[in-house]
C-alpha cells in the first residue's frame, strides 16, 4: 500500500498557525484592570474611613468628656465658693440638689482636703462612704491653664470615675484640695454608642463605595470588553475587523489592532503571490530537464531522471509548507464541516466509479472546522483519495467532537475508514515519513500523508494511523473546532 498520492492544492489555499505552547508551561499571574483598580479604589475608600472612622471617635470622645466635665464644674465652683466664704466651717455644702451624692457609693462624690494640715483633714460628701478619692496629682495628672486638673481614677469599688479638681490657697485660712468626681459609666455608654452608630453608618458607606467602585470599573472597561469580544470573533472568522466607536482613549488601540489585521493580510496575500512564483520559478526548468533526459537510455541520463523526480518531490513538499506556513498566519476564518465532507465523498465516488465504491458520511452533530475550507478539503481529500485506492468496496468518514484538554480549545475529530489490506505497525510509521511509498504500482509522489500532517499540525492538530475495524487502514485526524 502507498501514501496517497499528491492531491492538488486549491488555489488561495491557506491556514491559520496556532501559537505552540509547552504542555504543562505555566503563565505568570497577572492582576488584571479591574482588579487592580477596584482593589485599589477599596484600599483608598477604606483607609479614608478608617482614618476619619477614628478622628470622628477622638473628636467625640473629647466633646462628650468636655461637657460632662462642664457639668462637675458646676458643683466644683459651688465647693470652691463655700471654702472660699467661710460657708465651708460653719455647715455642710451637702448635695447641691443631688441626690446622688448622699446615696452610697453611688459613683458621684465631693471631697475637700485640707492640705496645709498634717496629717490633711478631709471631709467627703455621704455617698464616699468613708473612702476617699485618689489625687490626681498622684496619678501624674497636669494642671490645666486655669488650675484645674482632669482626669480619671479608679474610686471605691474599683469604680472608674470622671475626677475634676482644683486647689484653692485662702493664706491664713488654709490650702484647700477640691475633688467632684462621678461615675465616668455615662460617657463611656455615650461613647460606645456613637461609636456603634459611627462603624455602622461607616460600614453601609464602604459597602455603598465598593459597588459604586465596581460599577465604574465595569462600565469604565466595557469598551475593552467589546475590543476582546470582537477580537473573538475575529479569529472565529465572525468578522474581519474591529466596528464600532470607541472612547478617545481607546480608540488609539482599536485602530491600530485594525492596522494590525490588515497588514496581516497582506503579509498572506505577498506570501501566497511569492510562493506561487517560486513554485513556477522552479518546476518549469525542472520540467525541462526531466524532458531532456527522457532522450536518452543511458545511464547518465536515468541518473537525471531518477535526480529530477526526487527534486520535485523535494519541492513539492517544501513548498506547500511555505504555502502552508504562509497561510496559517491569519486567524479568522471558519468552515462547516458537514457540507465539505459531503462533497469530498461525492467527489471521490465519481473519481472511482470504475470500482463502484461507496463514500459514506457520517456526522453526530453540526461541527465548524476553525480555518479556511480549502485546507479542510485538502486534508481530508488526501486521506479520503488514499482511501478509495486501497478499499475493496467502501470509505467510511464519520466527525465528532472531541473533549478539549485546555479551556477554551475545541476540537474534533475526523476517522476516514477503509476495508483494505490495511498496514502492519511498522509500515504506518513508515507512510508519514515524506516520499516514502511502499507500493510503487499505485500512482502518486508519497507526500500526501505528510503534508496532512504538516498541515495538521499547523493548525495545532494531528495526524495518527490505526487498524480500521473493518480491517483496513484508519486515518484519524483531530483538528481545532470553531
Not at 484645674?148 to 472608674?160: H, I, L, S, V
Not at 470582537?230 to 468578522?239: D, S, T
Not at 472511482?352 to 480549502?374: C, I, K, M, N, Y
Amino acid at each position: 500500500m502507498s501514501a496517497p498520492a499528491d492531491h492538488p492544492a486549491a488555489p488561495g489555499t491557506i491556514g491559520k498557525t496556532q501559537g505552540p505552547t509547552a504542555a504543562g508551561a505555566r503563565r505568570p499571574h497577572v492582576a488584571s484592570v479591574a482588579s487592580r483598580l477596584f482593589v485599589s479604589a477599596a484600599l483608598w475608600a477604606g483607609a479614608v474611613l478608617l482614618i476619619g472612622g477614628v478622628t470622628l471617635s477622638s473628636y467625640y470622645t473629647r466633646s462628650v468628656e468636655r461637657g460632662f466635665d462642664q457639668r462637675l464644674h458646676v458643683y466644683l465652683k459651688t465647693l470652691v465658693a463655700a471654702v472660699a466664704d467661710g460657708a465651708f466651717g460653719r455647715e455642710d455644702p451637702g448635695s447641691f440638689g443631688e441626690p446622688r451624692f448622699d446615696l452610697p457609693l453611688s459613683g458621684w462624690y465631693w471631697q475637700i482636703t485640707r492640705i496645709d494640715r498634717d496629717p490633711p483633714e478631709s471631709t467627703t460628701s455621704k455617698s464616699l462612704f468613708e473612702g476617699q478619692l485618689p489625687r490626681l496629682a498622684d496619678l501624674g495628672v497636669g494642671e490645666t491653664i486655669v488650675g484645674t486638673r482632669e482626669g480619671y481614677a479608679r474610686g471605691p469599688d474599683e469604680q472608674r470615675l470622671r475626677v475634676v479638681e482644683r486647689t484653692v490657697d485662702l493664706g491664713q485660712d488654709g490650702r484647700y484640695l477640691i475633688a467632684i468626681a462621678a461615675a465616668a459609666d455615662e460617657i463611656d455608654k455615650d461613647i460606645a454608642d456613637f461609636n456603634v452608630a459611627l462603624l455602622i453608618s461607616f460600614l453601609a458607606l464602604g459597602i455603598g463605595l465598593l459597588v459604586t467602585t465596581w460599577f465604574q470599573v465595569t462600565f469604565g472597561l466595557r469598551p475593552l470588553r467589546r475590543i476582546r469580544s470582537q477580537l473573538a470573533e475575529v479569529r472565529a472568522g465572525g468578522r474581519s475587523r474591529l466596528d464600532g466607536a470607541f472612547p478617545k482613549e481607546i480608540a488609539p488601540l482599536a485602530g491600530e489592532l485594525n492596522a494590525l489585521l490588515e497588514s496581516n493580510r497582506e503579509i498572506v496575500e505577498r506570501a501566497r503571490t511569492h510562493v506561487g512564483n517560486l513554485a513556477h520559478g522552479l518546476k518549469t526548468p525542472l520540467s525541462v530537464i526531466a524532458n531532456e533526459a527522457d532522450a536518452g537510455d543511458d545511464p547518465f541520463a536515468q541518473k537525471v531522471r531518477e535526480q529530477a523526480t526526487l527534486m520535485r518531490r523535494q519541492i513539492d513538499h517544501h513548498l506547500e509548507r511555505a504555502r502552508l506556513s504562509a497561510g496559517v498566519a491569519f486567524a479568522g476564518e471558519t468552515a462547516e464541516v458537514k457540507p465539505a465532507l459531503e462533497a469530498l465523498a461525492r467527489t471521490m465516488e465519481k473519481v472511482h466509479r470504475d470500482r463502484d465504491l461507496t463514500v459514506e458520511v457520517a456526522l453526530s452533530e453540526p461541527l465548524r472546522f476553525r480555518g479556511e475550507r480549502q485546507d479542510l478539503e485538502e486534508m481530508v481529500g488526501n486521506l479520503v483519495d488514499n482511501a478509495c485506492k486501497w478499499a475493496a468496496t467502501t470509505v467510511l468518514i464519520a466527525a465528532s467532537s472531541v473533549a478539549a484538554v485546555d479551556a477554551g480549545r475545541a476540537r474534533f475529530r475526523v476517522l476516514v475508514d477503509d476495508d483494505g489490506p490495511g498496514l502492519d505497525d511498522g509500515q504506518r510509521e513508515e507512510v508519514l515519513r515524506r516520499g516514502r511509498r511502499l507500493d510503487e504500482t499505485k500512482p502518486g509522489s508519497g507526500l500526501g500523508l505528510a503534508i496532512v500532517s504538516d498541515l495538521a499540525a499547523m493548525y495545532g492538530g494531528r495526524l495518527s494511523l490505526d487498524r480500521a475495524p473493518s480491517g483496513g487502514l484508519r486515518c484519524d485526524l483531530e483538528l481545532p473546532a470553531a
